[in-house]
C-alpha cells in the first residue's frame, strides 16, 4: 500500500490548471471507506481529506469526532477525483474521468479489511453503482438499504444542500441513524 500511495501522489496524468496534489488517506486495516466526489479548494490547500463545512456535517452524520475520522486504520477517504478540479463558472468542475479507473481498483486490492463503502453523492453513486441506481439521488438515498451491506449511499453534506434536507426530512429521521448504528458496529466505539 505505501509504494501504491506514493505512486498516486506523484500522479500528473491529467492537465490541471493548478498543481495537482492528490488527497487520500486509506490503510490496509480501513475498515470503511468514504468515497465522495472531489476535494474542494479548502481540501486542496490544506492537503486533509473534508476539511471544510461538509467534512464537518459529514462527521456528525457519521457520529464521529476527528480522531476516528482521519484514523486511516479505521475510516479511509478517496474522493472520485483525487485533486481538486478548478472551479467553472458557479462551482467547483465535476470529476473528470481518467482519476477513479486509474487507481480505484488498485487501492481497494489492497484493503482486506474493508466492510463497507460510504458513496457520497451522485457522481460516487453513478460510478459504483452505476445500473443499479435509481434515477435520482433522493429515490437512490431513499432505498439505501438495498444496497447494504456493501455499500451506504448518502447525498453530498455540504451546506448547499440544506434545502434538500429541509424537502427530505426523512433523511435524518431514518438514514442517519441507521447510518450511525452501521459506524458503531464496523468501529465498535
Given at each position: 500500500?505505501?509504494?501504491?500511495?506514493?505512486?498516486?501522489?506523484?500522479?500528473?496524468?491529467?492537465?490541471?490548471?493548478?498543481?495537482?496534489?492528490?488527497?487520500?488517506?486509506?490503510?490496509?486495516?480501513?475498515?470503511?471507506?468514504?468515497?465522495?466526489?472531489?476535494?474542494?479548494?479548502?481540501?486542496?490547500?490544506?492537503?486533509?481529506?473534508?476539511?471544510?463545512?461538509?467534512?464537518?456535517?459529514?462527521?456528525?452524520?457519521?457520529?464521529?469526532?476527528?480522531?476516528?475520522?482521519?484514523?486511516?486504520?479505521?475510516?479511509?477517504?478517496?474522493?472520485?477525483?483525487?485533486?481538486?478540479?478548478?472551479?467553472?463558472?458557479?462551482?467547483?468542475?465535476?470529476?473528470?474521468?481518467?482519476?477513479?479507473?486509474l487507481w480505484h481498483e488498485k487501492v481497494l486490492a489492497e484493503m482486506p479489511e474493508l466492510e463497507c463503502i460510504i458513496l457520497i453523492g451522485t457522481y460516487a453513486q453513478k460510478y459504483y453503482l452505476w445500473k443499479d441506481m435509481y434515477p435520482t439521488l433522493t429515490q437512490t438515498v431513499s432505498?439505501?438499504?438495498?444496497?447494504?451491506?456493501?455499500?451506504?449511499?448518502?447525498?453530498?453534506?455540504?451546506?448547499?444542500?440544506?434545502?434538500?434536507?429541509?424537502?427530505?426530512?426523512?433523511?435524518?429521521?431514518?438514514?442517519?441513524?441507521?447510518?450511525?448504528?452501521?459506524?458503531?458496529?464496523?468501529?465498535?466505539?
Amino acid at each position: 500500500m505505501k509504494e501504491l500511495l506514493s505512486t498516486i501522489r506523484k500522479c500528473h496524468v491529467c492537465d490541471l490548471p493548478c498543481w495537482p496534489r492528490p488527497v487520500l488517506s486509506v490503510s490496509k486495516t480501513s475498515k470503511i471507506l468514504i468515497i465522495g466526489q472531489a476535494p474542494g479548494i479548502k481540501v486542496h490547500m490544506s492537503g486533509i481529506p473534508w476539511d471544510d463545512p461538509s467534512g464537518k456535517r459529514l462527521r456528525e452524520w457519521l457520529s464521529v469526532d476527528e480522531s476516528i475520522f482521519y484514523d486511516n486504520s479505521k475510516i479511509g477517504i478517496m474522493p472520485l477525483w483525487l485533486c481538486y478540479p478548478w472551479t467553472g463558472k458557479t462551482w467547483d468542475l465535476p470529476p473528470r474521468k481518467e482519476c477513479a479507473p486509474l487507481w480505484h481498483e488498485k487501492v481497494l486490492a489492497e484493503m482486506p479489511e474493508l466492510e463497507c463503502i460510504i458513496l457520497i453523492g451522485t457522481y460516487a453513486q453513478k460510478y459504483y453503482l452505476w445500473k443499479d441506481m435509481y434515477p435520482t439521488l433522493t429515490q437512490t438515498v431513499s432505498y439505501y438499504q438495498d444496497y447494504l451491506p456493501k455499500f451506504f449511499v448518502l447525498p453530498h453534506p455540504s451546506p448547499r444542500n440544506n434545502i434538500w434536507m429541509k424537502k427530505n426530512p426523512w433523511f435524518e429521521k431514518d438514514v442517519l441513524p441507521e447510518l450511525k448504528e452501521v459506524m458503531r458496529k464496523l468501529l465498535k466505539v
